[in-house]
């Protein structure tokens, strides 16, 4: 079994599904995300709780699993990227970032603060392991596709993960990119949508409704799956299954249906939520229920 705190390659894997343990450990690997996310909001004083709890089997997935890095190397040219359009979910990756040894764990206890490198939006030119800077939503598509690109010109095996939210579908830069992406058969690009229903302002269906999502990327020439995005061992099984194919010509998009906030019952229930901060009852009440957690 991998500990925690370690990593494999991802290369030659002989199943296409996770083990108990593999699985035991990505259920972890996400606890791990939830707690580190209050623990860092605390040192703010302000974040995005339920943005990065909607995703937090997607990155222990992406980050533990299927994606090909090396411990202490963000660098390796030959690492599988990352990118998130929905930038605000950092304060997620970063404590990943030091698990991994891509950064030094002790930065963690600055996020925020003046001078530190890990701000409430990650930054790739000051901190090892981001590869793309976002923020304003709608661009991290575009750069997948010019990476994913840029390797196959370069020759180089490397899957290209792009995650962006379900309200970054109203911006119209990522339809571009979707052009893109199906006319420059970009097989080794995927993309992920987290689709927990719920932007700034409110409901993504009552602000400009986006569906039908499926229907709409295969129109674009995309190949498309589903899947829960809270259980791991569907995920994991979905990305090692897209990473063995060889032959796929297409880019894919992932839905992946989640709940804002999930694993802490009154930010699953609240979509004012998305920017916010706990005071000390209520951080050890969301402590609780995320140790608690059984998915």
């Known amino acids: 079994m991998t500990q925690p705190g370690k990593i494999e390659t991802t290369r030659g894997r002989n199943s296409l599904k996770p083990s108990d343990e593999e699985i035991a450990f990505l259920k972890d ?33 992406l980050y533990y ?16 990227r ?14 990943i970032l030091a698990d991994l040894d891509f950064i030094d764990s002790g930065l963690l206890d600055g996020y925020t603060r003046l001078g530190s490198p890990l701000g409430d939006h990650p930054d790739m030119t000051k901190v090892p392991g981001i590869d793309f800077s976002s923020g304003s939503i709608g661009h991290a598509l575009s750069a997948g596709c010019g990476m994913a690109l840029a390797g196959r010109m370069s020759d180089k095996e490397f899957f290209t993960f792009v995650m962006i939210g379900d309200g970054e579908l109203q911006e119209g830069q990522v339809w571009e990119a979707a052009l893109f992406g199906a006319h420059n058969k970009l097989g080794k690009l995927i993309g992920i949508i987290d689709r927990n229903g719920y932007q700034l302002d409110g409901s993504v269906d009552d602000i400009i409704g986006v569906e039908p999502i499926v229907e709409k990327w295969q129109a674009f020439g995309w190949e498309t799956h589903v899947v829960d995005g809270h259980d791991v061992a569907a995920v994991a099984t979905l990305l090692r299954t897209l990473k063995a194919n060889d032959e796929r010509t297409r880019p894919v998009m992932i839905v992946a249906q989640t709940v804002k906030g999930k694993g802490v019952s009154y930010m699953e229930t609240e979509p004012g ?19 608690a957690m059984e998915i």
């Open 29 to 61: 690997r996400a606890k791990f995300c939830r707690l580190e996310t209050i623990r860092l909001i605390e040192i703010a004083k302000v974040g995005h709780y339920t943005s990065v709890f909607s995703a937090a089997e997607l990155f222990s997935a």
């Open 65 to 80: 699993d299927a994606m090909n890095l090396r411990r202490g190397e963000p660098k390796w040219e030959d690492r599988d």
């Open 82 to 95: 990352f990118m998130m359009g929905k930038g605000h979910a950092a304060v997620g990756i970063f404590p």
């Open 273 to 291: 939520w998305h920017l916010g901060y706990l005071d000390p009852s209520d951080a050890a009440r969301a402590i609780a229920e995320i140790e």
